[in-house]
């Protein structure tokens, strides 16, 4: 246990001078919340937010990943950065963060924003951030101050008129208060301020007859809480040797200053507020112990203004659901949740609730929730949540079968979301079901260059288009024009223009390492995929060959392969880079901003590449006759056993829509045409030649990508729509590269377009 808490407190500490003096952080109490306003920073920036204070949570500084990526505290390589916390008067330094409840932030930041000001809760501070530190709770004086700890004399002082000073102890990490039930018995109450309400252990409040909390009284040297606040009935995991009544909650810090001496063991408690007890809690905590919707709903008709009034409104809806309520008292149910939600709010609850509802099969009440949320749509501080309220609504009418009602719904909606992919997609659905398949068609493309709905929307691409009337074949250069403009796009500015010494006999390969599923929150495929659409423009028709190897890290794609994974464990590279010829690298991954740094390195490492000489040279022919692919790699050089070569069949585009925003990823590989994912070995003796052949069929191929991703989910790496498996003959490309299995250099490349031969 000492050396758990020696690397707590390694993981926390504050600065040499802060430790000396400490300081005041500025607190407020939001929704039941005890928040404090302050920056955080690493190496790379400083930003405002708002952080959670949770004395009684085991844990260091919580962080979202989208307050984290922005301050350049952890490295590629799994390094981490000190990340600091600067309160007005003093800073604290954290050694690294821990992962948060991202969603419950985002919740919490998206319904209090008015409260929080300009800046969210992006995480939270919890208790061994105050380790080490003499700490003072004064909620109701808007602060908690961090104090160097005194020194350990083992006494206690003596009180001054209106304070108490009791004994605590320490376990588990948390300050234990000395409390008495009306009976006189003992027992420990933790100080905590995660929740706004005090917690008197449900099993005790149960043993002493009185299952709502409402104890005669709970006492620490004669001072009563139940006087302040009614104690709410609850499971509570934390032990004490002296047995557990509960945990103090910021309801009893906004009427009590609590001072906190770990290392001598005593507190200090001052009354800051006369009692006033809310007789309307217990009312609430009875019926939510009884769990009884009538009583729940009972409460809330005969004390609307109650601060537990929303929370009473979803627990009687959750009650509803449970019992498998009649529709009316459902609805009626329905109607209490939006309504004790604050008027700016509502239709944003409303358009929760639809969510909500589905997933709980409630397709009636997903209807409803959205009927009574358009009626507050003018009045929400969010403008976009009537339209996606109108976006739900039509989607789910359409799957009723009321495709007029859901098409009024869906227009609603896309006037105000022109871009929204899944109301695209919607509106798409509709007019494919009513024959209009031009509008269709219009709508799915729309919907393809969204990550949300790109999937459904490929395969509706696929489906209609022969419907069209004169329509073209459904093909990558087809979706690839209808998307340009919607999409972003790099182009390059120059063509290689080769001087005299540029090239010398060499055909360079690039191996683009990436995936479908990097987004771009702070290094993204955007980015190295518009720097690798730069290259290929610059480099057309240059000697330089193009390969892109999609990888299964943040998540499997149907673009993933054996094959890809193997050549990204041979080079050491992952989840991105741009590899040129087996050693010279670019980044593979960057902001959509930083295309064009990425476009500029990749141009000047290939460049370099192509003045190296080659001693060997390939010879490839390929041709494909129906399904089968089929071939021979000659190659040419001096004496040496043991080269490796590979044939890879690649497509120069294929379609899928993920979370990267690429629609079209070029030159993606695909399979190995000859000797498996390794290659195929080439011994070089006299007459310094060796030739390979090669048959396959694209059929053969798709089945065995099919079976890798198939392997993989069962491994776990997780699960990958079966779509784009299949192999389009006219955007096939043959690609062969000989290496050195020992340096792992690529000495000669080569490349045949299929897809231009079978135009021809």
């Known amino acids: 246990m000492r050396t758990l808490l020696a690397l707590a407190l390694l993981l926390v500490l504050p600065t040499a001078a802060d430790a000396q003096r400490g300081g005041r952080i500025p607190v407020r109490v939001i929704e039941g919340r005890l928040v404090a306003l302050c920056d955080i920073s690493g190496p790379a920036r400083r930003i405002p937010v708002n952080l959670f204070l949770e004395f009684d949570t085991k844990s260091g500084l919580q962080l979202h990943n989208k307050a984290a990526a922005p301050l350049g505290i952890e490295g590629s390589d799994g390094s981490t950065s000190p990340i600091r916390i600067h309160f007005p008067d ?56 961090l104090r160097a700890e005194n020194e350990a004399t083992g006494e206690r002082p003596e009180p001054a008129e209106g304070e108490i000073v009791v004994p605590i102890t320490v376990e588990n990490d948390l300050c234990w208060l000395p409390v008495r039930y009306a009976d006189g018995r003992p027992a420990a109450f933790a100080v905590g301020c995660m929740r706004y309400d005090s917690i008197i252990d449900a099993m005790v409040a149960e043993s002493q007859g009185r299952p709502a909390g409402d104890l005669e009284s709970l006492t620490v040297d004669g001072l009563d809480f139940t006087e302040f606040v009614a104690l709410r009935p609850e499971e509570v995991i934390q032990v004490h040797p002296d047995g557990v009544a509960g945990v103090l909650g910021i309801n009893l810090l906004e009427h009590l200053r609590v001072e906190l001496d770990r290392v001598n063991r005593w507190a200090r408690i001052t009354r800051r507020r006369a009692p006033d007890f809310p007789a309307e809690d217990v009312v609430f905590f009875r019926a939510m112990i009884e769990e009884d919707a009538d009583a729940v709903e009972a409460f809330l008709g005969e004390h609307p203004e109650s601060r537990l009034v929303r929370e009473a409104a979803e627990l009687c809806l959750a009650l509803r659901l449970d019992e498998f309520a009649p529709d009316e008292d459902k609805r009626r149910a329905i109607g209490l949740v939006i309504s004790t939600q604050q008027d700016d709010l509502r239709a944003t609850r409303a358009h929760d609730l639809m969510i909500e509802m589905g997933d709980e099969g409630e397709t009636a009440l997903v209807i409803h929730a959205g009927v009574q949320g358009v009626e507050h749509g003018r009045d929400d501080r969010y403008p976009n949540a009537v339209h996606q309220i109108h976006g739900r609504l039509g989607s789910v009418l359409i799957d009723e079968g009321e495709g007029d009602r859901a098409w009024k719904h869906l227009l609603s909606a896309a006037f105000g979301l022109p871009e929204d992919g899944p109301i695209n997609l919607d509106l798409g659905r509709f007019y494919e079901s009513q024959g209009r398949y031009r509008r269709a068609f219009s709508r799915y493309v729309q919907a393809v260059i969204q990550p949300e709905s790109g999937p459904e929307a490929l395969a509706a691409l696929e489906r209609v288009q022969p419907k069209l009337e004169d329509g073209e074949r459904f093909s990558v250069d087809l979706i690839d024009r209808l998307i340009a403009g919607k999409v972003r796009n790099f182009g390059a500015a120059t063509r290689f223009n080769p001087e005299p010494g540029d090239l010398a006999g060499r055909v360079t390969l690039v191996e683009f390492f990436t995936s479908a599923y990097l987004g771009d929150d702070r290094a993204g495929a955007i980015g190295g995929a518009l720097g690798n659409q730069g290259a290929l423009a610059h480099f057309d028709g240059a000697p330089v060959a193009f390969l892109s190897w999609h990888l299964n890290t943040p998540q499997l794609s149907p673009l993933c392969t054996s094959i890809g994974n193997r050549r990204a464990a041979d080079l050491g590279v992952g989840p991105t880079a741009h590899v040129i010829d087996g050693q010279f690298g670019a980044p593979g991954a960057a902001r959509w901003r930083q295309a064009e740094g990425v476009y500029n390195a990749l141009r000047n490492s290939v460049a370099e590449a192509l003045r190296r000489e080659a001693e060997y040279d390939l010879e490839l022919t390929a041709t494909i006759e129906g399904d089968t692919v089929s071939g021979a790699l000659t190659v040419f050089g001096p004496e040496w056993e043991g080269l490796t070569a590979y044939v890879v069949l690649a497509e120069k585009g294929v379609l899928f829509p993920g979370k990267s925003t690429v629609v079209v990823h070029r030159m993606v590989g695909r399979a190995s045409l000859i000797g498996g994912d390794d290659g195929a070995g080439v011994d070089l003796g006299d007459e310094e030649e060796a030739t390979l052949e090669f048959r396959r069929t694209l059929g053969d191929i798709q089945v065995e990508n099919e079976a890798y991703l198939d392997r993989m989910e069962a491994e776990g790496v997780g699960t990958a729509v079966k779509l784009s498996t299949k192999l389009d003959a006219a955007e096939l490309v043959v690609i062969a590269f000989l290496r050195d299995p020992d340096s792992g250099a690529i000495l000669q490349a080569a490349q045949i377009d299929l897809g231009a031969e079978t135009a021809q």
Request: proline share 0%; charged share 25%; net charge negative.
């Open 90 to 145: 003093f800073n604290l330094e954290v050694a690294r963060r821990e992962l948060s409840d991202e969603t419950y932030l985002d919740d919490f930041t998206k319904y209090h924003s008015t409260e929080l000001g300009e800046n969210a809760v992006v995480g939270v501070i919890g208790a061994e951030v105050f380790d080490g530190w003499h700490v003072t709770f004064d909620v109701g004086g808007g602060w908690v101050e």
